[in-house]
């Protein structure tokens, strides 16, 4: 088990990665690890608004949100925060359940605000400064 890990920035993610840090491509907005617990397992976070968001302060990194490894034995879960690994308490079943079921939400919410037409993106904005009005 890690409790830190260091940021490299790359343009192609190794083949073989070493644990304890980070790889970071901006070109393909992804960055991958082994996991932290120590089980030797890849983990691929996909840096995109539906998935994955990378902090930068200087020299430190975060990701957010958590990685929860749930289709994985160890089934860990933590935080890169700051280029420190912080550990979560271990999560039932239907907490992961419930989870999932907020992530895809999250993701249905942004595809239709970025999927929908100019104009009803428009009407939509319209109608909530409307309704803030009448508040």
Known sequence: ???SIRPIFVEFIPRDIVNGILYIS???????HLC???CGLKIVTPLRNTEYRLIEKGDLVSLHPSIGNWNLPC???????DNQIVW???????????????????Q???F?????????RSLNGIKKWLSSLLK
Request: glycine residues 4%; positive net charge; proline residues 2%.
């Open 75 to 81: 089934q860990s879960h933590y935080w890169i925060r």
């Open 36 to 38: 932290c617990c120590g």
């Open 1 to 3: 088990m890690i409790r």
């Open 108 to 110: 249905q919410a942004y």
């Open 26 to 32: 901006r070109k393909f907005n992804t960055a991958s």
């Open 112 to 120: 239709d605000r970025v999927t929908w037409p100019w104009w009803k």
């Open 88 to 106: 979560a308490r271990k999560m039932t079943k239907e907490e992961i359940q419930s989870g999932r079921y907020y992530h895809e939400a999250l």
